[in-house]
Every structure is written in C-alpha cells, then in structure tokens.
C-alpha cells in the first residue's frame, strides 16, 4: 500500500502561470516532507522541503503548502518555466531506529511547461 | 566533486548471469543507498550502508547482494534475477543517514538493468 501518493501523473501549464503540484500522505509520522525534481538521464535532486510542524515553506519560485490534518501537501510553482519541465517526486521521511531516517517516494508527476 | 557516478549505465544479463552495478562518491559521504525504480513506480529503498554498515535491508531478496568497500564505495552483486527485476537501479549518498530528512540525498544518474 503507497504511503506517499500523487494522483496526477502529468500536468501541462504555459509559461508564466503557476503549477500546482500535490501529493496526499497516509503515514502520521511522517515528520519531513520533500519535494525532488528529476530531469531524463539524470538522478533525482532536491528541490525544497518542509517540516511537519509548518505549514509553508518557500524558496524562490517554490512554495510547498502542507495541511496535516488533510495529510495533504502541494508545490507552486510561480512562475513557471520550460526548464521546469521534469518529474517531480514527493517524498516523506520518517526515523528509521536513532537519529537516522528513510525516505519514501510518490510516484512522481511529469510536469510540462508550454512556451 | 557533487557527482554520484553508476557504472554501467545500461546492462543487459541473462537469468543465470553474475554481474554487479557499481557506485562512487567523492563527497565523503558516510551513507550510501540502493534504490530501484520500476516504470511508473515510485524510488523505493532497497538498502542503506551507514559508516560501511548495513543499516538497512528493506526485505530485499537474496539474489541482490550489497557490499560496501570502503566509505567512497557500494556495489550491487547481481545473480539468478528474474525478469521482473528489470528496472533503474539507482544509487545515492549523503553526508550522514540522518541528514536524508533535509534533502541531503544527492542520487547517481541510475543504472537500467534488463533481465532477459
């Protein structure tokens, strides 16, 4: 069972209109959520992230939004660009035994911006 | 040095075949992870090695055998895989197991294995 889920597979937007990104989470203890973006023929890499103890984090152009009593969290992006065009992935971390953690991973949702 | 560098970036084997994936680091990284990703399927986690321990075995069968070397170093030995474990392979590093929380999780291009 997908405890981090994205329902949108892809998403198409034009140039300079936000994307709305989301992702729906059954884990309660869940206490880091991320956001990674990933390019064809290269890896996964880091975008933003947020706590579960906010409900916003913003860097940039990017914004995630998070409503944990929805379990809910979403990435805009404002404005949007064609070299935005990726794979998002949502991710959520949760201890794994001591200080450590692991990640688990959405799907992902293609992301096309149109010029 | 960012890179995370997987080699071979594409391989091919036949179900009664030995091969091995291999991973390096140059950040010095103290974790460093294996995931596989399937078509339409999210990342998922394989295995962790943390200060060249195994942290982590997510249940992973035995014909997937992990080493780590050395801090710099994590290999995937691969024997008798089905098919079905054709898929990305990709590998992963960061500075301590309990930075992943933060984003500090820099993956490798990935590994595309076919099983035939």
């Known amino acids: 069972d997908q405890q981090v889920k994205q329902n949108s597979p892809s998403l198409s937007v034009q140039e300079g209109r936000i994307s709305i990104l989301n992702c729906d989470y059954t884990?309660?203890?869940?206490?880091?959520f991320l956001w990674y973006k990933k390019y064809p023929a290269e890896g996964p890499t880091f975008l933003i992230s947020i706590s579960s103890i906010k409900d916003k984090n913003e860097d940039g152009r990017f914004t995630v939004f998070l409503n944990k009593s929805a379990k809910h969290l979403s990435l805009h992006i404002v404005p949007s660009q064609p070299g935005d065009s990726a794979v998002y992935f949502c991710a959520a971390s949760v201890r794994s035994g001591g200080s450590n953690y692991k990640l688990t991973f959405g799907k992902g949702t293609l992301l096309t911006v149109n010029p | 040095d960012t890179e995370v560098t997987q080699t071979p970036k594409h391989l091919v084997m036949g179900m009664t075949n030995k091969k091995s994936l291999k991973c390096e680091q140059h950040m010095g990284h103290r974790a460093m992870y294996w995931y596989k990703q399937k078509a339409k399927k999210p990342p998922e986690l394989m295995f962790v090695y943390s200060y060249e321990k195994l942290s982590i075995n997510e249940s992973v069968p035995s014909r997937f055998s992990p080493e780590c070397p050395n801090s710099s170093l994590l290999n995937l030995h691969l024997h008798a895989l089905q098919p079905e474990d054709s898929a990305l392979y990709l590998c992963a590093s960061s500075q301590d197991q309990g930075l992943v929380a933060y984003g500090e999780l820099f993956f490798g291009e990935g590994s595309r294995l076919t099983v035939l």
């Open positions: 884990n309660s203890m869940f206490d880091y």
